[in-house]
Every structure is written in structure tokens, then in C-alpha cells.
């Protein structure tokens, strides 16, 4: 399996303890696995010699070797990385293009669309619902548009607070450039290490301080997108009246409906002081109260998350500790007085709520460990663990009740495969009048394990939707989620989507079986 369909940073790989590969064995029967197949099955490319000329004129880096088509053939779900396991790259694009600007953009869309190339555009590649994965049905090939060379900030404007980032800036060199300057955009999702300023635009990204600094797409006022119809410049102002906001066709759009080639945000001056604590509630329906009374009633800290019971002590154990009931992780951020000032009132209301300060330690061991979820999955995978998250959000009042039903329609459907899992949840995003919640699932590997995840995501998906709940908060809809996004937005909200479509890709080569019913 390529290098590139491992997550970050080789030197901060996992690597399993024996006891931890025993626990896993006797507690949910995981064997090791199949070794990985050593070299993934390209199929050859499919595009022909007029057709690569045209992108070759349009573009000054076209690539069509192996190493390249491999590195773009998938996402980062857990089923894209067990079909990339089994060796079958079968989504691999017959080409990687790598514009250098939005004018290279919109000339390889043109050429797209003359000659019916299906686009795939790709940042950082850390999509996990299908994202990456155009259908080829009907057209003469797929290309994957890479803007890693969109890499610039263009513009910082220190008055009005706002930064304007190419869309294939990493999320960690635009916290460098803005950091230079004394500023910070304050977006730190899981998959920060790699994940790119466009992809978080296109995919309506909430990083871990979203209760401080709002989800990514309450950040943007500014965007330029690229389309085979042509080229569009939205954001004169941070608000409007001016019709209908254009903005929110493209947030969220998953390069279904255009390439995004420049994003404007506001960005925040860089914090002096931060501070992570730790609070024990009894369990996790105390643990949810005490979460909506700070959403509704303040304090209201930049991070606030809290964990099940199951969560909670898995997450000890990995620490070589113990607890019981359920831990909430506030982080706060701001001048010291600031930070001091919310912290006091913090303790004063979580005590009337029933909560335990456990100081410092538990926020700093979530802080080591926020972006290490992805490495210790590659390590359970080459166990032979079954890993994979689930997410959605709810109104408060509906919360209860869908995390119930998710948990034990995932707990069911991997039971009756012979295959119990672990089913962890987490609160993540809050909001006044609801709240995220944030599925982990642990399970042996059946023979096809393919086919074992998506009966459990489908027996998921059918719970949220049967709780009212959203199909998802942050993931993005891709191909995994269509059947239920169907449905949440009704045939009058999927008309709309398709004429919006014919307008800005007549030809229908952008992203095609991705985010559209």
C-alpha cells in the first residue's frame, strides 16, 4: 500500500503494545490480518491522445505515471484504505493535473468539458465519505485537479480582520503565514495535518475550538470559484442583502458544482493565553445537560467536549489510568485575565451542574493526543481491528434519543456479522440550540470487511434519519451519504441542486456522483 494512504507524519506512526494486541484479540476477537498487498492493481489509463494534448495545452503539469495516479486514487475512509489494503486502486484517476493559478483552473475545466472529463479536484485527500471517487459511467476518463501549487496567501488585510488564502494552502502553513503576523484562523479539525484552506471551504469543516471560533464556513466572506461556465467572485462585504448569499452554493459543494481556487476568512489576533481543563459529570445524560446549559447560558468556553462512559474510560486506559463516569474538556483561550475570568466562572457553574474539576492534566492529554486518532487507526487496522466513525447532529431535545439509536443500531448490525464492537461517542460542536455527537466503532474485521462497515453505516445512516437528526455535521455527504441527503432535502431541494448544476457545468464532468441525488 502506497505511503501516501497513510496518515501524516511517518515518524509519529503507532505502533500497537503486545498487550494492547491481546486486549484486542480476547475482548472482540481480532485476528491479524491478510498482509497488505504490496503493489495496488492501476488500472491502465483510459484517456486518449487528443484529450491529453488538450489538458497538456491547458496545463503546465499533467502526470500520468503510477506513483502519482496511486497517491490520488482514494480518500481516507476506512473502507477507501481497506480496498487500497486488498490492492484495488480501481479509482485512480488517469491523470493528476496540477494547475499553477485559477486562470490554469479554468482552462482544464474547459478541456474537461470539451471532451467530457470527469474532475475530481483534491487538496489535502482526507475525505472519509466517498468524496474522491468520481463515477466514470458515460465519460472518456477521470482527472484528479490537485491544487497543492494554489499555495499562496494572497492578501492579509489587518484592519478588517481578513486573510485571502489560495485554496490549496495546508491548513498548518496558513496558521504559519498568519502566525507571522500575529494573527490565527482558529480551525483546528482532526485532520488538520493535512487537510487544505479549499477542502475546508468545500466541505463545511467544524475544527475542535468551533464553540470560540465558529465552524470554517462562518468564517468565510470571500470566495473565487472556477466553474466550466465561468468564473464567479463572491463576497463585496461580510453581509448582505443583495439577493440570495452565493457563498453557501459553493460551501459545502464538494467541487460538485465548481473549483474553489481562493478563500477570504476572518481571522483573529493570536491568543496570549490558553488553558485546558478537565471535569468529571456522572454520566453522559449529566454530562449532555451540562453541556447545552453552557451552550444556552454561558460560560461558553472556545473548546467544549464531552465523552461517554465508554469513551471516557477507554481514553484512561490509554493514559494508564482509571475513571468513571463521564469526562468534558473546556479549553479556554484570550488575554490572561480573560482566561482566568472564565475559568473561575466555569467552576462555579459546572459545580452547580453536578461537575468534579480535575484540573489541568486531562485537558493537556487531550491536547498531546487531539490529532492522533488518524496514526493509531492505521496501527488497529494493520491489527485487524475494524475502525470507522459515524457523525451527526440534533437538536438538544432530540440528542438523547439519536445517540440511543445510533449506538445500538451500529452495536446490532456488527453483533449480528458476528463481530461486537466497541461504540464510543463523544460531543464535540455545540451550538444554543443543539449539538454534534461524534461516533468511534472497534470491531474484529470480518472476511470482507467492506462489506461489514457499509452494513453498518447503512444500519447508522437509518437511524439518524429516523431520529430527525442531520446525516452529517462536518464529514460532508460524498457518494456514502446520497440515500439520506436524498431524503433530508426532499425532491424540491434536489431540483434545486440540479438546475444549479446544468447552469455552471452543462456538460456535468465536475465531481459526477458525488454530493448530487
Known sequence: MSAAHRWGDPSRAVTLPDGVRTL???????????????????????????????????????????????????????????????????????????????????DVLAA??????????????????????ASRDGYAGVVAVDLARLGRLRHLDPVSRTATFEAGVRAPRA???????????????????????????????????????????????????ATPSGTLHLGRAPHTAAGPDLRQLFLGSEGALGVITEVTVQIRPTPPARRYLGWRLADFAAATEAARALAQDGPLPAVLRCSDELETTVNAVSEGASADGCLMITGIEGTEDEVAGVASALTERLAGLGGQPLGEEPGQAWLRGRFAA?????????????VETVETAAFWSALPATYAAVRDALATSLAGQGTPPLVLCHISHVYSS??????????????DPVAQWQAAKAAA??????????????????????????????????????AVKRALDPEGVLNPGVLLP
Open 434 to 447: 443543539g449539538a454534534s455527537l461524534y461516533f468511534t466503532v472497534v470491531a474484529a474485521q470480518a472476511d
Open 175 to 225: 496558521e504559519e503565514l498568519l502566525a507571522e503576523q500575529g494573527f490565527t484562523l482558529g480551525h483546528f479539525p482532526q485532520s488538520f495535518e493535512r487537510a487544505t484552506i479549499g477542502g475546508f471551504a468545500a466541505t463545511r469543516s467544524s475544527g475542535q475550538a468551533s464553540s470560540g471560533y465558529g465552524r470554517f464556513d462562518q468564517m468565510v466572506v470571500g470566495l473565487r470559484v
Open 24 to 106: 484486542l484479540a480476547s475482548a472482540l476477537g481480532v485476528r491479524e490480518p491478510h498482509p497488505p498487498a504490496s503493489v495496488a492493481a492501476l488500472p491502465p489509463p483510459g484517456l486518449s491522445d487528443r484529450a491529453l494534448r488538450a489538458l497538456e495545452a491547458a496545463c503546465s503539469q499533467v502526470r500520468t505515471d503510477d506513483q502519482a495516479r496511486l497517491a490520488h486514487a482514494a480518500g481516507m475512509s476506512t473502507v477507501d484504505l481497506l480496498r487500497l489494503r486488498a490492492g484495488d486502486a480501481a479509482d485512480a484517476p488517469d491523470a493528476v493535473i496540477a494547475p499553477a493559478d485559477h486562470d490554469e483552473v479554468t
Open 461 to 498: 445512516g437509518d437511524a439518524i434519519a429516523a431520529s430527525g437528526a442531520t446525516i452529517t455535521h462536518h464529514h460532508g455527504v460524498g457518494r456514502d451519504h446520497i440515500p439520506w441527503y436524498r431524503d433530508e432535502i426532499g425532491h424540491e431541494g434536489v431540483a434545486v441542486l440540479r
Open 374 to 386: 488518524p496514526y493509531l487507526r492505521d496501527a488497529l487496522l494493520d491489527a485487524g481491528a475494524l
Open 112 to 133: 474537461c468539458a470539451a471532451h467530457r472529463i470527469a474532475v475530481v479536484t483534491f487538496g489535502g485527500g482526507t475525505s472519509v465519505v466517498g468524496g474522491l471517487r
